[in-house]
């Protein structure tokens, strides 16, 4: 069988960047992970709370984290940063709040900037949650599929496969179904792949969602 790999753990240093850029000693490194976590949990959770996108597409593409002694840096890459930036400094300054409690952190400053992405149709986090809300409404997986593969068609990709496990339309056996339009060179590593894994919960069970976008070759 074929060895299955994380294709962004895979790329790491050459088409891929890290999402948390910090320095621990070996014994601190565990309190590191966990505080990351908690910010990224807390931000989504904020996000999905506040969301007025009638879509249901919460949009955040990644969030990256750089800390210095004194300081954390948060960036959040968001597809559609409407809600947040209407009330910018209030909704910003709740947010900071919010996550400052959560890692009860008052002798660090935490810094939080929004940025903006281009194409967030070329995010597969974007897509999963596309997908994910059309499931939530009964929509059949293959319609959701095919529509996910349009969107990223205007977005000048070279290749996107999408794979959705579970329960499908609920039937009493899971499997798992996937479709591919154009290249995914997943063992190239100068192919800039983007990829996530989502779990969407619906009425017949949690089913998982696999992107793979092949964006561009370096």
């Avoid at 904020?46 to 597409?57: E, H, P, R």
């Avoid at 709740?94 to 939080?112: P, S």
């Avoid at 496990?165 to 591919?180: M, N, Q, S, T, Y």
């Amino acid at each position: 069988m074929g060895q299955k790999i994380n294709p962004l753990g895979f790329r790491l240093g050459t088409t891929q960047d890290h999402y948390s850029i910090w320095f621990a000693q070996p014994k601190n490194f565990f309190e590191g992970l966990q505080e990351d976590q908690k910010i990224r949990n807390c931000i989504k959770n904020y996000v999905q709370k506040n969301m007025k996108i009638s879509s249901g597409v919460e949009g955040i593409g990644h969030i990256e984290i750089q800390k210095r002694i004194d300081v954390i840096q948060v960036i959040i890459y968001l597809g559609f940063p409407k809600f947040l930036t209407e009330g910018k400094p209030k909704r910003i300054k709740e947010l900071q709040i919010n996550v400052q409690k959560e890692l009860n952190c008052m002798n660090r400053k935490l810094n939080i900037s929004i940025t903006r992405i281009e194409n967030p149709y070329m995010h597969p986090n974007v897509l999963a949650e596309f997908i994910a809300g059309q499931l939530k409404n009964r929509v059949s997986f293959r319609k959701a599929m095919k529509k996910a593969i349009e969107l990223t068609e205007q977005s000048n990709t070279k290749g996107i496969q999408v794979q959705i496990a579970g329960r499908l339309d609920g039937k009493e056996i899971a499997r798992a179904e996937w479709v591919r339009e154009g290249r995914v060179p997943l063992q190239t590593l100068r192919a800039k792949i983007n990829y996530c894994s989502y779990t969407v919960r619906t009425i017949y069970g949690v089913l998982g969602i696999k992107i793979w976008i092949f964006v561009d070759e370096e």
